[in-house]
């Protein structure tokens, strides 16, 4: 089981991010961000489109690098790392959902859980892990089952119960209810809260849509790449 005792799992202090324009001129993508992710909890980022959410989740992710400012990943200083490391925490330390599940259309369930399992090395049985983490989504009796053969909400969790099998520390949930009607969008978040529960895991997730807000243990809100809301 992914555990940590320290307070908080992610953390940043100053972080800024800019990407170059037209000549000499810079696009302030973020500004200055603190942020302060508890572990063990839900934390969502908020924002519409533009707001910076996005790329913020990619700093925390270890994807891309600030432009000022320090990241700690469990006490440690991502932006220090050389990109082995980097990758390396990656694929043992985190897991990534996305808005496009991005399943492998020729495996079925099981297979596209296994599958992760075997990118991350696990040591353990792999079999057994990815049905265990395939019951966690409530989809033990589609294991068999290709990706054509699902619906959005269950390639959706499938989707999560693949990042969650390699039992990372951190997930990174992008938009993940994006392409799903209001009900099923409530399931999901659910499940995220139920890993929480069961797998001490952390989750961050972004979204746009205000009804999900609530059900965050912590909320930021971005806009123009700079926090306007911090509460639990």
Same mark, same amino acid.
């Given at each position: 089981?992914?555990?940590?005792?320290?307070?908080?799992?992610?953390?940043?202090?100053?972080?800024?991010?800019?990407?170059?324009?037209?000549?000499?001129?810079?696009?302030?993508?973020?500004?200055?961000?603190?942020?302060?992710?508890?572990?063990?909890?839900?934390?969502?980022?908020?924002?519409?489109?533009?707001?910076?959410?996005?790329?913020?989740?990619?700093?925390?992710?270890?994807?891309?690098?600030?432009?000022?400012?320090?990241?700690?990943?469990?006490?440690?200083?991502?932006?220090?790392?050389?990109?082995?490391?980097?990758?390396?925490?990656?694929?043992?330390?985190?897991?990534?959902?996305?808005?496009?599940?991005?399943?492998?259309?020729?495996?079925?369930?099981?297979?596209?859980?296994?599958?992760?399992?075997?990118?991350?090395?696990?040591?353990?049985?792999?079999?057994?892990?990815?049905?265990?983490?395939?019951?966690?989504?409530?989809?033990?009796?589609?294991?068999? $089952?290709?990706?054509?053969?699902?619906?959005?909400?269950?390639?959706?969790?499938?989707?999560?119960?693949?990042?969650?099998? $390699?039992?990372?520390?951190?997930?990174?949930?992008?938009?993940?209810?994006?392409?799903?009607?209001?009900?099923?969008?409530?399931?999901?978040?659910?499940?995220?809260?139920?890993?929480?529960?069961?797998?001490?895991?952390?989750?961050?997730?972004?979204?746009?849509?205000?009804?999900?807000?609530?059900?965050?243990?912590?909320?930021?809100?971005?806009?123009?790449?700079?926090?306007?809301?911090?509460?639990?």
């Amino acid at each position: 089981m992914a555990q940590y005792t320290g307070k908080y799992m992610i953390q940043t202090r100053g972080v800024s991010r800019a990407f170059p324009v037209s000549g000499r001129n810079k696009f302030w993508a973020l500004k200055d961000v603190n942020v302060d992710v508890p572990a063990g909890a839900l934390t969502i980022l908020k924002g519409r489109s533009g707001s910076g959410k996005t790329t913020l989740m990619n700093l925390l992710g270890a994807l891309d690098k600030p432009t000022k400012g320090k990241i700690l990943f469990a006490g440690k200083n991502i932006v220090k790392m050389n990109e082995k490391q980097r990758t390396l925490l990656r694929r043992r330390e985190i897991g990534f959902v996305f808005q496009s599940v991005a399943l492998i259309p020729m495996m079925n369930a099981q297979e596209n859980v296994e599958y992760a399992l075997r990118l991350a090395r696990f040591k353990g049985n792999r079999t057994e892990r990815a049905l265990n983490c395939l019951k966690l989504v409530g989809l033990e009796k589609r294991a068999k $089952h290709m990706p054509e053969e699902l619906s959005g909400g269950e390639q959706q969790r499938v989707a999560i119960a693949r990042a969650i099998a $390699h039992r990372p520390k951190l997930i990174f949930a992008d938009e993940p209810t994006g392409e799903l009607d209001t009900d099923t969008a409530l399931r999901v978040v659910k499940i995220f809260k139920d890993l929480i529960r069961e797998e001490g895991v952390t989750i961050v997730m972004t979204t746009h849509d205000t009804g999900l807000m609530e059900v965050g243990d912590q909320v930021y809100e971005l806009k123009d790449g700079e926090i306007v809301y911090d509460g639990e």
